[in-house]
C-alpha cells in the first residue's frame, strides 16, 4: 500500500548536458499530473507523461525538468541585432557627448556587458539524445518518490489496522449485546401481565405477543452487525493487497458507517448507543487516513 505523498530528486549528465528533475507528490482524488520542461523540451511531454502513468495512479503530480547545460562548457556570441540597436538608440546624442566629454560614451568591453549582447550557445543535441538522458532523470527522482510513498503507506496500515481492531471490538460488543435485549423485553412484558394479573384486570396475551414481535422485528441489528464483520474483514483484507486501493477502501468505510448509522437509529438501549457513536468516530478517523492512500 503507497501514500500519495512523495518527493523526488535526481541530476544527469551527459556530455555538455546536464538536466534535473523533480518529482512532488500530494493527495487528490484522481491522478493529476503536471509535467513543466523547458520550451526545447516540450517534445518529450507525451512520453514522460506516459512513463509517470505507468509507475502513479493516484494522486497530484507535479514533474519539473530544468536545463543545466548552460552552466557548463557553453560559449558565447554576439547579438549583432541587440548591438546594432543600442549603437542606434546612441547616435542620436553621440555627437554631444563627444564634443562635450571628449571621447566615445562607452567602449567595446562595457558594450558587451550589457543584457543581450552577448548570449550563450550550446551545440545541438538531437531529440534522441534529449529523450535519453530525461527518461533517467525521471525514473531516477520516480525510484525517489516510489520509496517515499511506500515508506508512508506502511505506517498508514500500522494505524489503519490498530483503528480497525478498536472498531471491530466495538461491534463485538454490540453483537454480544444485541442478543439480551429481546429477552430484557420479554421480562419486561411478563412484569406486565403479572401486573394485570395481579389487579385482576383483562388480559390481551395476542395483544402482548404482537408487542413483543414488532419489538424484535424494529429492534433486530443482526443483519446490521453481519455485514459490518464483513466490512471490516474486507477493509483488512484489502490493506493488504498490492497496488492502488484507496478508492476501494473508501467505499468500503462508506458501508461500514451506514450500517453503523442503522444500528444507532434502530436501538434504544444506551450502551449501543454508546458504542454506534464511538463506532462513527473510529470510522471518520479511518476516513480521514484512507485519503491518503493511493
Not at 103 to 126: A, H, Q
Not at 130 to 150: G, H, I, K, N
Not at 277 to 285: C, S
Request: charged share 30%.
Amino acid at each position: 500500500m503507497h501514500s500519495m505523498t512523495g518527493y523526488g530528486k535526481a541530476a544527469l549528465s551527459q556530455g555538455s548536458l546536464r538536466l534535473e528533475g523533480e518529482i512532488s507528490t500530494v493527495n487528490n482524488r484522481f491522478l493529476d499530473l503536471y509535467i513543466h520542461l523547458p520550451d526545447p523540451l516540450r517534445f518529450l511531454e507525451p512520453v514522460l507523461r506516459k512513463e509517470v502513468e505507468g509507475r502513479i495512479h493516484r494522486g497530484r503530480v507535479n514533474v519539473t525538468l530544468t536545463d543545466l547545460s548552460q552552466s557548463l562548457e557553453a560559449e558565447y556570441q554576439v547579438n549583432k541585432d541587440a548591438l546594432f540597436q543600442i549603437a542606434k538608440d546612441l547616435e542620436d546624442f553621440t555627437e554631444e557627448f563627444i564634443s562635450s566629454q571628449g571621447g566615445p560614451m562607452l567602449r567595446l568591453d562595457e558594450l558587451v556587458k550589457l543584457p543581450g549582447v552577448m548570449v550563450p550557445t550550446l551545440p545541438t543535441i538531437d531529440e534522441e539524445t534529449w529523450q535519453t538522458l530525461a527518461m533517467s532523470v525521471v525514473d531516477r527522482a520516480l525510484d525517489q518518490v516510489e520509496d517515499l510513498r511506500e515508506g508512508e503507506g506502511e505506517r498508514l496500515k500500522e494505524n489503519l489496522l490498530e483503528k480497525l481492531n478498536s472498531l471491530s471490538d466495538l461491534v463485538s460488543q454490540i453483537d454480544e449485546r444485541a442478543p439480551k435485549l429481546v429477552l430484557e423485553e420479554k421480562d419486561r412484558l411478563n412484569k406486565r401481565v403479572e401486573e394485570l394479573l395481579s389487579a385482576n384486570a383483562p388480559l390481551d396475551e395476542g395483544r402482548l405477543e404482537n408487542e413483543l414481535a414488532i419489538f424484535v422485528q424494529k429492534a433486530a441489528i443482526d443483519e446490521e452487525i453481519v455485514r459490518l464483520k464483513s466490512h471490516i474483514k474486507s477493509f483488512n483484507e484489502t490493506l493488504h493487497k498490492h497496488g492502488p486501493v484507496g478508492k476501494t477502501l473508501d467505499f468500503i468505510i462508506q458501508e461500514m458507517n451506514r450500517e453503523v448509522n442503522t444500528i444507532g437509529s434502530k436501538s434504544n438501549d444506551e450502551s449501543i448507543r454508546s458504542w454506534t457513536i464511538q463506532g462513527k468516530t473510529k470510522i471518520e478517523e479511518i476516513r480521514e487516513q484512507i485519503q491518503n492512500v493511493e
